[in-house]
């Protein structure tokens, strides 16, 4: 059964650094541009970063542009968010999730991500 599995995540102080691994299962991430998006208590789910599949074109939102880093490691079928200087407004549970443009597309359990000022 193809899955995506989260790791990393947890609680950091504000200017701190954490790093989350979304791992592919029965499915080559390779084939599939990966998004981060993150939902905080009380919003709507925010899409934050994300890698083609193609040429690992990256894409940022504007409040995370310079701190947080997507990168894809093929032979590791893992696709990995590197954030760095984080705010408290960066709290939020962060999901991964699989795309190539059809059915099916496929998504992490979701990470909490917790940040302490």
């Known amino acids: 059964q193809a899955q995506l599995v989260q790791s990393g995540g947890g609680l950091v102080q504000s200017g701190g650094s954490l790093t989350l691994s979304c791992t592919a299962s029965?499915?080559?991430?390779?084939?599939?541009?990966v998004a981060w998006f993150r939902q905080a208590p009380g919003k709507g789910r925010e899409a934050v970063s994300a890698i083609s599949d193609e040429d690992d074109k990256t894409f940022y939102t504007d409040s995370v542009k310079g701190r947080f880093t997507v990168s894809r490691d093929s032979a590791k079928n893992t696709v990995y968010l590197q954030m760095n200087a984080l705010k408290p407004e960066d709290t939020a549970v962060y999901y991964c999730?699989?795309?190539?443009?059809?059915?099916?597309?496929?998504w992490g359990q979701g990470t909490q991500v917790t940040v302490s000022s």
């Open positions: 029965g499915l080559s991430l390779r084939d599939y541009a």
């Open positions: 999730n699989a795309d190539r443009g059809y059915a099916p597309v496929y």
